[in-house]
């Protein structure tokens, strides 16, 4: 028809996030695909995702930051210092605050797609496992430090510390 709008596709959490932070920016990249100009943020984080994914394919005894080391090592010859810096920066607080060194991999870098109401949505989940207990937990590779400070109905508690049904205060 004319004078109607292309629609994307599907709808993402980051798609969500950028139409609520610029819908003039959201429109850019997701209608028009105008792709994001590439920077140092954006490098670093495939750097520390390259190394991550890679460890993620070893049994959990030997995830370790030796063994990351080894993979970054290898990955990123010919990489800038300071990226690589930061990008094992990224790598260490992942070792350390979200585990990843525990449970069976069960998948990596799987795409999800969901309908809602009708509205389609798709996104990519960094890492699932198996836990010994048998329950599934699933990994964004951004998460936050296990000391992280969250508000709840009835006072602060930690990352660390929330579970499954916990009710957490957002911005909306």
Same mark, same amino acid.
């Given at each position: ?7 994307? #596709? ?5 798609? #969500? ?27 670093? &984080? ?5 190394v ?13 930051? =030796? ?28 070792l350390?605050?979200?585990? =990843?060194?525990? &449970?069976?991999?069960?998948? #990596? ?9 009708? =509205? ?5 989940? *960094?890492?699932? *496992?198996?836990?010994?207990? &048998? ?16 508000p ?8 660390g510390?929330?579970?499954?049904? *916990?009710?957490?205060?957002?911005? *909306?």
């Amino acid at each position: 028809m004319t004078g109607e709008l292309p629609r994307p #596709a599907y709808l993402s959490p980051s798609a #969500a996030d950028t139409f609520e932070s610029c819908p003039q920016k959201w429109y850019a990249k997701y209608v028009m695909k105008v792709p994001d100009p590439a920077g140092p943020e954006a490098e670093v &984080g495939t750097l520390a995702h390259s190394v991550l994914e890679a460890l993620a394919a070893f049994p959990p005894g030997e995830r370790t930051s =030796v063994a990351a080391l080894a993979i970054a090592n290898d990955q990123w010859s010919g990489v800038d210092r300071d990226q690589r810096r930061l990008a094992w920066g990224h790598v260490v607080r992942a070792l350390r605050n979200l585990e =990843v060194t525990h &449970g069976d991999v069960l998948s #990596a870098e799987e795409v999800l797609e969901v309908s809602i109401g009708g =509205v389609p949505f798709k996104g990519i989940i *960094d890492r699932a *496992d198996e836990l010994p207990s &048998g329950a599934a937990r699933i990994l964004d590779y951004k998460g936050l430090a296990v000391d992280t400070p969250l508000p709840t109905p009835t006072g602060w508690t930690t990352m660390g510390a929330v579970d499954v049904g *916990d009710e957490l205060l957002g911005a *909306d």
